[in-house]
């Protein structure tokens, strides 16, 4: 039985002229209670994968006492042979604790074996609409976390620069 771990609502937009890829976290939504009481104290972490290698990662936070995010993340990918078609996007929520972050759900977008139709359909959508500046919005269904990481942390390589506004 699964049980439902809510939806995170993104769109994405690539530049393919200045490498440039936008992530906009609009917001989660129906993220289950934290000891069956409270609602979670959520935030995202969005890791840029090429070939299987971390090339950049950003955490956002929420607007104050939501699981609204509004917050838009810019990751310019290094020149050295590094296609987007090529990346994944791993996005999880988390629910921040004093001592350890609890992970409540994850989404892969791009053609990882770890995403699924939909995720790898947004992925093409953005790739195939590359020359617009429209951000294109998808909701997904969060994931439960398994053994299988998205991505490995092996040796130097040049990292894509990643900043975020709003």
């Known amino acids: ?3 439902p771990l809510g939806e995170l609502n993104v769109a994405l937009n690539y530049k393919a002229e200045i490498r440039t890829l ?3 976290i609009l917001n989660a939504r129906h993220l289950p209670k934290i000891n069956q ?4 104290d959520a935030f995202v ?3 840029l994968i090429h070939n299987g290698v971390k090339i950049a990662s950003k955490d956002i936070s929420p607007e104050k006492n939501s699981a609204i995010f509004n917050k838009t993340v810019r990751f310019v990918l290094p020149k050295e042979d590094t296609t987007v078609e090529e990346c994944t996007l791993s996005i ?3 629910h921040h604790e004093i001592v350890n ?3 409540i759900g994850v989404i892969n ?3 990882s074996l770890l995403s699924t139709e939909s995720e790898r359909a947004h992925w093409s959508d953005m790739v195939q609409a ?3 500046d429209r951000m294109l919005q998808d909701k997904h269904e969060l994931r439960a976390f398994t053994s299988a990481m998205p991505y490995e942390k092996r040796g130097k390589r040049k990292k894509a620069k990643a900043t975020s506004d709003g």
């Open 1 to 3: 039985m699964n049980i």
């Open 22 to 24: 936008r992530v906009l």
């Open 37 to 40: 009481t409270k609602m979670p």
């Open 45 to 47: 972490k969005i890791r």
């Open 92 to 94: 999880s929520v988390w």
């Open 101 to 103: 972050s609890t992970p």
């Open 109 to 111: 977008l791009g053609n």
């Open 130 to 132: 590359q020359a617009t």
